[in-house]
Every structure is written in C-alpha cells, then in structure tokens.
C-alpha cells in the first residue's frame, strides 16, 4: 500500500524568507510524485512531479522539489516566499506498477501562511 | 480552454435524495477520477475510470455510484446520500492512466447534506 504523510499541518513564513513544506512517502519500488496547490474556493492546481532522473525538481511559480530516496522525502521549497503563496499544498504519490496507476495516494495537506 | 468542469459547484440537499454531480471533460483524456476533500484528511479517492466502461474503486467508494459511457463525463451519483457525504468533491482527469501523468482538476463541488 501506498500513503504519504505531510507531518506539518500549518507552516507560518515571513514574505521574503525561503519557504519548505515537508512531505515523505512509502511506496514498493520507484515513487511517481506529485505536489499540488489549492487557493481559497478553487480547485487544486499542478505544481510539479518527479518521475525520474535528476533528484531536484523546478515547477510552476518558483517552486521546486528534491527528492530523497533514502530518506522517502520529497521537500517542497521556494527560496523567497510572497504572500500570494499562502495557501494549502498536498503531496501525492503513486507506486510504479501497473496494479497502482489508477490511484493517487494524497497526503492531508499544509497550510502555508506568508505574513508581510 | 482545457478544462474539467463540475456542476453543481454548490448543492444542499436532505438525507436519501438522489443526487447527481456532473464531471466533463474537453481534453480527450482517457483518465478520470472522483475525489472527497475533508479537512485533516487531505483528498481520498473514490472511484477512477481507466478508459470509457472502465471503473474501479478507490480508497472510499461506499455510498457512491460512477459511469462512464462516453470518454468525455464521468458522473457521481449518490443514490441515498448520508450526512456523513458531506464534503468537498473533486473531479480530476489525465491524458492517460498511465503512473507519471499529470491529473488536472475541477474546481471542486461542496456538497451538504441534512
């Protein structure tokens, strides 16, 4: 079985400071994973995912992500946050067989405060 | 514009009524999926569709029906919906099933019911 775990229910960050959300994840083999974000009254929106290759991820708005197999974590950073960040992040996983591909296992979410 | 939409975006409605939320799609995936937000439990699955007559259960499947007759919709329907079903729905579609592709979501359709 696959699952994730966000450990962080509310992360709180001054605008300008570098911003991580924590995410880890348990899955047999190789990890698909996923980060979303979700703005207030909208639904959620892609992010970035690592698949393969190299272990630090860049997406959308600055956003970026390293992979660690070795520690089964998958880190959501941005070097300098703005207060148009604050919202609710989710990590997501999915095992690599065929039997898993339908389902995408979400973790519980982060809430992101950036303060002025 | 690519989109998934649902509707209703909003419903209120009573214990054992018969409900239908709708979930479209413009993008021609293969791939749609029905999701249950509730707070400190992040986004459960409840059925996916690989492709068209194609459907499987997800983590949370009890109380909820699914079809997918034409690529394009993939209905919700509550046949007798509880109080415990209220909750924020989702519908998410990917070009294919396959692992590494990218879901894309609707924006989501709070449903309460008394």
């Known amino acids: 079985a696959q699952s994730v775990a966000q450990p962080e229910d509310q992360v709180n960050v001054a605008e300008g400071n570098p911003l991580t959300v924590k995410c880890t994840y348990s899955v047999s083999g190789n990890p698909y994973l996923f980060w979303y974000v979700q703005y207030p009254n909208r639904g959620l929106q892609f992010l970035l995912k690592y698949i393969t290759g190299d272990n630090l991820v860049k997406g959308s708005y600055g956003f970026e992500a390293e992979f660690n197999k070795s520690q089964t974590s998958f880190h959501l950073k941005k070097p300098s946050a703005l207060v148009s960040d604050s919202a609710l992040y989710f990590c997501?996983?999915?095992?690599?067989?065929?039997?898993?591909?339908?389902?995408?296992?979400f973790g519980a979410g982060t809430q992101v405060v950036v303060t002025p | 514009e690519a989109q998934v939409t649902q509707n209703p975006r909003y419903l209120i409605t009573v214990t054992g009524k018969k409900l239908t939320v709708t979930c479209s799609q413009n993008m021609n995936h293969e791939y749609m999926s029905w999701y249950r937000q509730d707070p400190g439990l992040g986004l459960r699955q409840i059925y996916y569709s690989m492709n068209v007559e194609v459907t499987d259960k997800g983590d949370v499947p009890e109380g909820y029906k699914v079809s997918r007759k034409e690529k394009r919709n993939f209905p919700l329907i509550l046949e007798s919906p509880s109080p415990n079903q209220t909750s924020l729905y989702f519908c998410?579609?990917?070009?294919?099933?396959?692992?590494?592709?990218?879901?894309?979501f609707g924006p989501g359709t709070r449903l309460t019911v008394l």
């Open positions: 997501a996983v999915r095992g690599p067989s065929t039997d898993s591909w339908g389902k995408l296992q």
């Open positions: 998410a579609s990917s070009l294919s099933s396959g692992g590494t592709d990218t879901q894309y």
